[in-house]
């Protein structure tokens, strides 16, 4: 690292601000002010930093914005070549299309000097994001909507991604279709192929299934001439809400290109599932399932998608590599252990799976928590965990001890759980301490046998519904029957 490099790391606010008034400056200002720099824990293929800023614009008026500065990540990478100044120029190409709100970009800078990578600053815009760990589906402000509230969050949602893929691809977004020859699927597609190649050694989790969701991609790739505007990132957890419901501001364009509109329908859907059937929850009450999706997709203006199969095994190919690669920044960083980071990639290769199961006609199977896995990760042991005295199992069930130890029966994501419910605390340990693949079968009270088929089917498939309740500290799992 340069000296200067060193410096902007070391002093952030000072090299901001310094930075801010050159700007300023420049524009025809005076007496830039910066104030305190906070940055939210999230995030991690680039750095956010919240600062309130004022100084006097080039007619003697005094202005004052609450910024964002958002800065490459240079110590990492998700993807091939991150790069956050074309983020910021397709914001603001995008910048008063009808339907696509986008925060205003004031300033970008490539100079690598002022905080050790390249930045964008954009005027903040607040609102409320349904989160992503926990799930929105399970916890968060999203709970406490009204089932007709959600429908029309949901459906706002859906009418700006319609309204993004109207939206033509030529004057300031031409840049977005990068010069080469086939159709922009065929391009996109050869983009995957290489960065499958990329993070070679980053795929460790069910190589198996990825490598054959790659090739069927490649093999069976739909005549689909269509080129618009894609988002790349299509989902509720980048829409900041206001407090109507109406759409603040689409963000996250890191991965902004062209192609058919499928590719970002799929990556909706998959996302969706990715936060809520993957992880054994249901759907809060108004939120549309997948074919409700699609058909509100459809009723609101969107171009037909026929080949919605093959976009979702699109999208879960691009989520397994992605977080493929966050499993190893989150352990080389110490952010968190091996067994806890590839809860994710295990997640996402599973609906890889589900997805060649549909294309190829076989019967959906249940979720499995884990295909093969190489490299350094092992599946944990079984832990012994305390019963929660504030969340007993539901009247008529009782927890199947198994072990003589007394530690609660491995069932290894059973199926069904015959019945009831219970809490696993952890007290002050960690998520990540005990891994939310340690499960319990809950069978009928009053002594006797467990069904054989039960038992049977409590052994090999999954099934037991998990949910973060404390994001803060990941310090409880719940357990419940689906």
Same mark, same amino acid.
């Given at each position: 690292?340069? %000296?200067?490099?060193?410096?902007?790391?070391?002093?952030?606010?000072?090299?901001?601000?310094?930075?801010?008034?050159?700007?300023?400056?420049?524009?025809?200002?005076?007496?830039?002010?910066?104030?305190?720099?906070?940055?939210?824990?999230?995030?991690?293929?680039?750095?956010?930093?919240?600062?309130?800023?004022?100084?006097?614009?080039?007619?003697?008026?005094?202005?004052?914005?609450?910024?964002?500065?958002?800065?490459? $990540?240079?110590?990492?990478?998700?993807?091939?070549?991150?790069?956050?100044?074309?983020?910021?120029?397709?914001?603001?190409?995008?910048?008063?299309?009808?339907?696509?709100? +986008?925060?205003?970009?004031?300033?970008?800078?490539?100079?690598?000097?002022?905080?050790? %990578?390249?930045?964008?600053?954009?005027?903040?815009?607040?609102?409320?994001?349904?989160?992503? +760990?926990?799930?929105?589906?399970?916890?968060?402000?999203?709970?406490?909507?009204?089932?007709? $509230?959600?429908?029309?969050?949901?459906?706002?949602?859906?009418?700006?991604?319609?309204?993004?893929?109207?939206?033509?691809?030529?004057?300031?977004?031409? !840049?977005?279709?990068?010069?080469?020859?086939?159709?922009?699927?065929?391009?996109?597609?050869?983009?995957?192929?290489?960065?499958?190649?990329?993070?070679?050694?980053?795929?460790?989790?069910?190589?198996?299934?990825?490598?054959?969701?790659?090739?069927?991609?490649?093999?069976?790739?739909?005549?689909?001439?269509?080129?618009?505007?894609?988002?790349?990132? %299509?989902?509720?957890?980048?829409?900041?809400?206001?407090?109507?419901?109406?759409?603040?501001?689409?963000?996250?364009?890191?991965?902004?290109?062209?192609?058919?509109?499928?590719?970002?329908?799929?990556?909706?859907?998959?996302?969706? &599932? !990715?936060?809520?059937?993957?992880?054994?929850?249901?759907?809060?009450?108004?939120?549309?399932?997948?074919?409700?999706?699609?058909?509100?997709?459809?009723?609101?203006?969107?171009?037909?998608?026929?080949?919605?199969?093959?976009?979702?095994?699109?999208?879960?190919?691009?989520?397994?590599?992605?977080?493929?690669?966050?499993?190893?920044?989150?352990?080389?960083?110490? &952010?968190?252990?091996?067994?806890?980071?590839?809860?994710?990639?295990?997640?996402?290769?599973?609906?890889?799976?589900?997805?060649?199961?549909?294309?190829?006609?076989?019967?959906?199977?249940?979720?499995?928590?884990?295909?093969?896995?190489?490299?350094?990760?092992?599946?944990?042991?079984?832990?012994?965990?305390?019963?929660?005295?504030?969340?007993?199992?539901?009247?008529?069930?009782?927890?199947?001890?198994?072990?003589?130890?007394?530690?609660?029966?491995? %069932?290894?994501?059973?199926?069904?759980?015959?019945?009831?419910?219970?809490?696993?605390?952890?007290?002050?340990?960690?998520?990540?301490?005990?891994?939310?693949?340690?499960?319990?079968?809950?069978?009928?009270?009053?002594?006797?046998?467990?069904?054989?088929?039960?038992?049977?089917?409590?052994?090999?498939?999954?099934?037991?519904?998990? $949910?973060?309740?404390?994001?803060?500290?990941?310090?409880?799992?719940?357990?419940?029957?689906?």
């Amino acid at each position: 690292m340069t %000296a200067e490099k060193a410096a902007g790391a070391s002093d952030p606010r000072g090299a901001l601000t310094a930075w801010l008034a050159r700007r300023v400056d420049v524009d025809g200002g005076s007496d830039a002010e910066l104030g305190e720099l906070t940055s939210p824990n999230a995030g991690y293929s680039g750095k956010t930093l919240f600062a309130r800023a004022s100084w006097t614009d080039a007619r003697g008026a005094r202005q004052a914005e609450e910024l964002v500065f958002r800065v490459q $990540q240079s110590d990492h990478q998700l993807f091939v070549a991150p790069d956050a100044l074309r983020q910021a120029r397709t914001m603001r190409a995008l910048a008063g299309t009808p339907g696509v709100p +986008v925060p205003r970009i004031l300033y970008t800078e490539a100079d690598e000097s002022v905080l050790g %990578a390249p930045f964008y600053v954009m005027v903040r815009v607040h609102g409320r994001v349904p989160g992503d +760990v926990p799930s929105w589906h399970a916890t968060g402000w999203t709970v406490a909507l009204t089932p007709d $509230q959600r429908t029309r969050l949901y459906d706002n949602g859906l009418g700006a991604l319609v309204a993004l893929h109207r939206a033509p691809v030529g004057g300031d977004l031409q !840049f977005l279709a990068e010069p080469a020859t086939g159709t922009a699927l065929e391009r996109y597609l050869a983009r995957l192929e290489g960065w499958y190649e990329w993070c070679g050694p980053s795929r460790r989790f069910d190589p198996d299934t990825l490598a054959e969701g790659v090739r069927h991609l490649l093999d069976h790739r739909p005549e689909d001439p269509a080129e618009g505007v894609v988002w790349g990132d %299509a989902r509720p957890g980048n829409i900041s809400f206001a407090d109507d419901l109406s759409v603040g501001a689409l963000f996250d364009w890191e991965t902004a290109t062209t192609g058919p509109p499928g590719i970002d329908l799929g990556w909706w859907l998959m996302f969706e &599932r !990715f936060l809520c059937e993957a992880q054994g929850l249901t759907r809060l009450e108004g939120v549309p399932d997948r074919e409700r999706t699609l058909a509100r997709y459809a009723a609101l203006g969107g171009a037909p998608v026929p080949d919605i199969d093959y976009y979702e095994l699109v999208a879960g190919v691009v989520m397994t590599l992605i977080s493929s690669r966050l499993a190893d920044v989150l352990v080389q960083s110490g &952010r968190a252990p091996e067994k806890f980071a590839s809860i994710f990639p295990l997640r996402a290769v599973g609906l890889v799976r589900e997805s060649l199961d549909r294309l190829r006609g076989r019967p959906a199977l249940p979720p499995r928590p884990a295909g093969p896995v190489t490299g350094p990760f092992r599946p944990p042991a079984p832990l012994a965990l305390p019963w929660s005295r504030r969340c007993p199992p539901r009247r008529g069930a009782r927890a199947d001890r198994g072990a003589r130890d007394g530690s609660l029966r491995r %069932a290894g994501w059973p199926r069904r759980s015959p019945a009831g419910c219970c809490r696993v605390r952890t007290s002050d340990r960690p998520l990540h301490a005990v891994l939310a693949r340690t499960v319990v079968l809950i069978v009928p009270a009053g002594g006797g046998a467990v069904d054989p088929e039960r038992r049977r089917r409590a052994d090999s498939g999954p099934s037991i519904r998990r $949910q973060l309740v404390a994001p803060a500290s990941l310090n409880s799992m719940i357990l419940s029957q689906s």
